[in-house]
């Protein structure tokens, strides 16, 4: 099938190896991926330049949401490539995509001196790291829980979302490090803000080295033809399709709030600084990668539905009272805390959602399965949670937001409540068994 199948018989400090090598071309790739949120605040006025800054955040987030559109492209032409030609091809080509991608936004010239090519370029940019970042879900979510032990494979795939939320850590690591130590304020507005993105680039050889030297992780099943067919997906698995449709429903929508959109909301709506609002993040997701292995652990030991109900049901009950409080904090602890609260909550739905759904089709069309449909249901709802937050915003109804985020949390439930436990029906179990 591929170049260096995964070995029969492997010890943990083996799989822990693969897991590493397989996470960290993740972290790269949704580092660049976020690194375009984190600075935003600053390149804003450099494509956009409008006098109202919630204008110019508008403009940003609308590209930032347009890049979610070419994510289904990407879940199906990757999610294919993996499940045709293995893993590692797909999860090679992806972070290549995404260096290309941040090195056109490092050096695209300002408004002031190309006119409107340069939100053109910047859009360029986004397609490209969208296709990218969509292809790279799947695929690393197939790699995670198939390198992993049947008892562990909650907590091992777990590190995916440690992961993506490490690529954050690290992009706001360095605005940190570039806001107090490195620039001042008018540098970092003026050029500095283009240094994360060359780093970026430079990260993907890296994970491109790292990549090339990975085992396959399963054996690819099933007829050559049918390997990676959306056909074959839709007409054989319709029911786990709308199962991943519906779990990632009001998760994504979730995640993007409490985490991309959060710093600008912070600014924005509680009035902080763009440091501390920076500060409050980055130790907000420190602790929120610390929980995802931990939800995984406790996954393995009690099932994935439990965690993935509770998620529902505390998000349905405390989503509005949550974003409320965050919104007329008095202090940057209270902002903490309340923020800490939901990240909790979210971590239900976060740390095993890749398992969740890799467990529901089997290897030959399982990357394109966890792909494809989690794609189009972020292009849709994730990608666009922070231009209607911003939209509201702007409108004067800023809470109509909050009510958004928890009916599609409410959605969600529903379908945890009526779907089948995946660790109870793996076909992951069933392949390895």
């Given at each position: 099938m591929t170049?260096?199948?995964?070995?029969?018989?492997?010890?943990?400090?083996?799989?822990?190896?693969?897991?590493?090598?397989?996470?960290?071309g993740n972290l790269?790739?949704?580092?660049?991926?976020?690194?375009?949120?984190?600075?935003?605040?600053?390149?804003?006025?450099v494509f956009f330049p409008e006098s109202n800054s919630t204008v110019q955040l508008l403009n940003t987030a609308a590209i930032f949401a347009v890049g979610f559109l070419m994510r289904p492209i990407g879940g199906w032409l990757f999610g294919s490539i993996a499940d045709k030609r293995g893993r590692k091809a797909a999860m090679t080509l992806s972070v290549l995509l995404m260096s290309l991608g941040s090195m056109i936004i490092a050096c695209t010239p300002a408004y002031a001196s190309i006119g409107m090519m340069a939100p053109v370029?910047?859009?360029?940019?986004?397609?490209?790291?969208?296709?990218?970042?969509?292809?790279?879900?799947?695929?690393?979510?197939t790699y995670l829980s198939e390198v992993a032990t049947a008892g562990r494979r909650g907590f091992f795939s777990s590190f995916q979302y440690v992961t993506m939320i490490g690529g954050q850590l690290l992009a706001l690591g360095i605005q940190l490090s570039l806001q107090k130590i490195f620039l001042t304020p008018?540098?970092?507005?003026?050029?500095?803000?283009?240094?994360?993105?060359?780093?970026?680039?430079?990260?993907?050889?890296?994970?491109?080295?790292?990549?090339?030297?990975?085992?396959?992780?399963?054996?690819?099943?099933?007829?050559?033809?049918?390997?990676?067919?959306?056909?074959?997906?839709v007409k054989k698995y319709p029911r786990a399709v709308l199962t991943v449709v519906g779990l990632t429903?009001?998760?994504?929508?979730?995640?993007?709030?409490?985490?991309?959109?959060?710093?600008?909301?912070?600014?924005?709506?509680?009035?902080?600084?763009?440091?501390?609002?920076?500060?409050?993040?980055?130790?907000?997701m420190l602790i929120y990668a610390g929980m995802q292995p931990l939800f995984g652990w406790l996954s393995d030991k009690i099932s994935r539905k439990p965690l993935l109900i509770w998620f529902g049901v505390m998000g349905t009950l405390f989503t509005v009272p949550i974003l409320t409080a965050i919104s007329h904090a008095a202090s940057l602890w209270a902002a903490f805390f309340l923020i800490l609260c939901a990240l909790v909550i979210v971590s239900g739905y976060t740390a095993i959602n890749a398992v969740v759904?890799?467990?529901?089709?089997?290897?030959?069309?399982?990357?394109?399965?966890?792909?494809?449909?989690?794609?189009?249901?972020?292009?849709?709802?994730?990608?666009?949670?922070?231009?209607?937050?911003?939209?509201?915003?702007?409108?004067?109804?800023?809470?109509?937001?909050?009510?958004?985020?928890?009916?599609?949390?409410?959605?969600?439930?529903?379908?945890?409540?009526?779907?089948?436990?995946?660790?109870?029906?793996?076909?992951?179990?069933?392949?390895?068994?």
């Open positions: 170049k260096n199948p995964l070995p029969q018989h492997v010890s943990t400090a083996w799989r822990l190896k693969a897991i590493f090598t397989g996470s960290i790269v790739e949704w580092y660049d991926w976020y690194a375009y949120s984190a600075f935003a605040l600053y390149f804003a006025p370029f910047l859009l360029l940019a986004r397609l490209l790291q969208g296709l990218s970042v969509g292809g790279e879900y799947g695929t690393s979510a008018e540098q970092l507005s003026e050029w500095g803000w283009r240094i994360p993105f060359v780093i970026g680039a430079m990260l993907a050889l890296v994970a491109l080295y790292l990549r090339s030297n990975m085992h396959e992780s399963a054996t690819l099943g099933g007829k050559k033809d049918e390997r990676g067919s959306v056909m074959v997906l429903l009001g998760g994504t929508i979730a995640f993007y709030t409490y985490t991309t959109y959060m710093q600008k909301f912070l600014v924005n709506t509680v009035k902080l600084s763009k440091e501390d609002a920076t500060v409050i993040t980055f130790f907000l759904k890799a467990e529901l089709f089997p290897a030959e069309v399982r990357a394109l399965g966890v792909g494809l449909p989690y794609a189009l249901t972020v292009a849709l709802f994730g990608g666009t949670a922070e231009y209607l937050a911003l939209y509201f915003k702007n409108a004067g109804h800023e809470p109509y937001y909050y009510w958004y985020v928890t009916g599609c949390i409410f959605i969600s439930l529903l379908v945890y409540v009526f779907a089948k436990d995946s660790s109870a029906y793996s076909y992951i179990d069933k392949e390895q068994s």
